[in-house]
């Protein structure tokens, strides 16, 4: 019962954060599921693949309602989504088979310096000056193939690498939010399909697996991760998010310096 209760509280809150930044909410779902993983017992080789792959799944939820609250406010850039879309679906299959090859602990020293590097960039309001234009096709598809892969290592709807590169290349803030969200779809759906399919009968997975995918974890999220997820792009067409992104950044450094030193039974 209390590990339903967390599941349900990370997803109101992951949903709250990926409808207000496009993030996809999986920097906060991939430490607390690790933790929760650790708790039950799961082994330390998996329970880290097994958070990925399940915060992936939870996000191609997540980001249809986030998405489509988006669009209803008529700010998704459908034909750049589908541009940065194409390379989106093979860096993040691509992503997912790096990952596979990866042993636990080192994947939670790349996902602790992402989120070191996430929380510099947020609470320190870094972001690439707009000093050029949006690339044609070729270009956006090999940065979508970018974000995609490491979106896939992580466990994250790209959202933080989407919308900086997006600003870069001039477009406005809140039109990247959105597409950043609807991006997250393909790569959250084709990370999580290839997790399934990767760890499809690993012996060292536990009961209640599709492949990678815990899906008890994974609904206890989405039941609240989804509706949340409107509140959070109704809240970004409204609020300015300075201090809660300073917040949030704070809670990545925690989130960093855990998994770099391995120090995650109590978060």
């Not at 915060?55 to 989504?81: M, N």
């Not at 390379?87 to 939670?108: F, I, K, N, P, R």
């Not at 997975?205 to 997820?229: C, D, H, K, N, R």
Request: hydrophobic share 55%; net charge positive; with cysteine.
């Amino acid at each position: 019962m209390i590990l339903l209760l967390a599941y349900l509280a990370v997803g109101a809150v992951a949903g709250v954060m990926a409808g207000l930044f496009g993030i996809g909410g999986g920097m906060i779902i991939v430490p607390v599921l690790v933790i929760a993983f650790a708790s039950q017992g799961f082994s330390h080789e998996v329970l880290t693949h097994m958070a990925v792959a399940t915060s992936l799944a939870t996000i191609v939820f997540t980001s249809i309602s986030s998405v489509r609250t988006h669009h209803q406010k008529g700010a998704v850039d459908w034909p750049l989504v589908g541009q940065l879309s194409s390379g989106v679906l093979v860096g993040a299959a691509l992503g997912v088979l790096t990952m596979d090859y990866m042993s636990g602990a080192l994947l939670q020293i790349v996902i602790g310096v992402f989120a070191l590097i996430m929380a510099a960039q947020m609470g320190l309001g870094l972001k690439p000056k707009p000093s050029r234009e949006l690339p044609g096709a070729a270009g956006l598809g090999a940065a979508g193939g970018i974000i995609g892969w490491l979106s896939a290592i992580c466990g994250i709807g790209g959202g933080s690498l989407t919308v900086p590169y997006l600003t870069w290349c001039n477009h406005p803030v809140q039109r990247s939010v959105a597409v950043a969200a609807a991006c997250g779809f393909p790569i959250a759906l084709v990370a999580a399909g290839t997790n399934v399919a990767v760890g499809w009968g690993n012996p060292l997975l536990p009961e209640q697996t599709f492949g990678y995918v815990y899906w008890p974890a994974m609904v206890g999220i989405v039941l609240t991760s989804v509706p949340f997820a409107r509140l959070g792009a109704k809240l970004a067409h409204r609020l300015s998010a300075e201090k809660l992104k300073k917040l949030f950044a704070l809670l990545l450094v925690v989130v960093g310096i855990k998994f770099l030193t391995g120090n995650l039974s109590v978060f």
